[in-house]
């Protein structure tokens, strides 16, 4: 069974993960136990794990897929499998009681999300504040991924709004356009009384409030 499963085994590193970790905001949920690497230090009150193989070494133990959370509230613990991040993110953007996500995450899907005017960077940076702490070698893992990983920690600044979603996927497929065709082409209605000259890939994903404002202040 390949379920994309990359553990983290080195201790040293291990510890400044779970260091990251509020112990006291309760409930810690863990996705991806594995043989418990990470969950003898942060000892969740719940544990994800898709894979029945590591039953015997979990506790507060839920058979579940991560794309499709059985939780709605405290903060997420994980060494993600790479395969799910996307998924992962559209379920958890809609969880305003999840308040904190500690991950660990490939190093390229996070350059994206604080360079890159996409539609998850945007979404991902209207919703959380994120902190990005540190870079961890591919030899760290086991089995090896081809990629290096990164720590980052998400804290939920917004609740959950199913029109900025639409405004931002819709907008970021047009990144190349000026803002007022993007507008245009999305139906949207719309504050702009004056051609901009910008165009959505002007924008870093941290800048989307400014995005946002620019198209229309009535949804910020």
């Given at each position: 069974m390949?379920?994309?499963q990359?553990f983290?085994?080195?201790?040293?590193?291990?510890?400044?993960?779970?260091?990251?970790?509020?112990?006291s905001f309760?409930?810690?949920?863990?996705?991806?136990?594995g043989?418990g690497?990470?969950t003898?230090?942060i000892?969740?009150?719940?544990?994800?794990?898709?894979?029945?193989?590591?039953s015997?070494?979990?506790r507060n133990?839920?058979?579940a897929?991560?794309?499709?959370l059985p939780?709605?509230?405290?903060?997420?613990?994980?060494?993600l499998?790479y395969?799910i991040?996307?998924?992962?993110f559209?379920?958890i953007?809609?969880?305003?009681?999840?308040?904190?996500?500690?991950?660990?995450?490939?190093y390229d899907f996070?350059?994206?999300i604080?360079n890159?005017?996409?539609y998850?960077s945007?979404?991902l940076?209207?919703?959380?504040?994120i902190?990005?702490?540190?870079?961890?070698?591919?030899?760290?893992?086991?089995?090896?991924p081809r990629?290096y990983s990164?720590?980052?920690?998400?804290t939920?600044?917004?609740?959950?709004d199913?029109?900025?979603n639409?405004?931002?996927?819709?907008?970021s497929?047009?990144?190349?356009k000026k803002?007022t065709?993007?507008v245009?082409l999305c139906?949207?209605?719309?504050s702009?009384?004056?051609d901009?000259n910008?165009r959505?890939?002007?924008?870093?994903p941290?800048?989307?409030?400014?995005l946002?404002?620019i198209?229309?202040?009535?949804?910020v």
């Amino acid at each position: 069974m390949n379920l994309g499963q990359h553990f983290l085994v080195n201790e040293e590193t291990i510890k400044r993960f779970v260091s990251y970790v509020d112990l006291s905001f309760r409930p810690i949920i863990e996705i991806g136990g594995g043989k418990g690497n990470i969950t003898k230090y942060i000892k969740p009150d719940v544990v994800i794990e898709i894979d029945k193989r590591f039953s015997s070494y979990l506790r507060n133990l839920v058979i579940a897929d991560a794309r499709f959370l059985p939780v709605i509230r405290g903060q997420i613990v994980s060494s993600l499998p790479y395969y799910i991040t996307y998924e992962f993110f559209e379920e958890i953007i809609r969880i305003d009681q999840i308040k904190k996500l500690i991950l660990i995450l490939q190093y390229d899907f996070v350059k994206k999300i604080l360079n890159e005017p996409t539609y998850i960077s945007f979404i991902l940076n209207y919703y959380y504040k994120i902190d990005v702490k540190e870079n961890i070698p591919p030899w760290f893992f086991k089995p090896k991924p081809r990629v290096y990983s990164t720590i980052v920690l998400f804290t939920r600044i917004r609740s959950y709004d199913e029109k900025i979603n639409l405004i931002l996927k819709c907008i970021s497929k047009y990144r190349n356009k000026k803002i007022t065709n993007a507008v245009k082409l999305c139906n949207l209605s719309s504050s702009l009384s004056t051609d901009i000259n910008k165009r959505v890939r002007d924008f870093k994903p941290c800048q989307v409030l400014e995005l946002l404002n620019i198209i229309s202040t009535k949804y910020v």
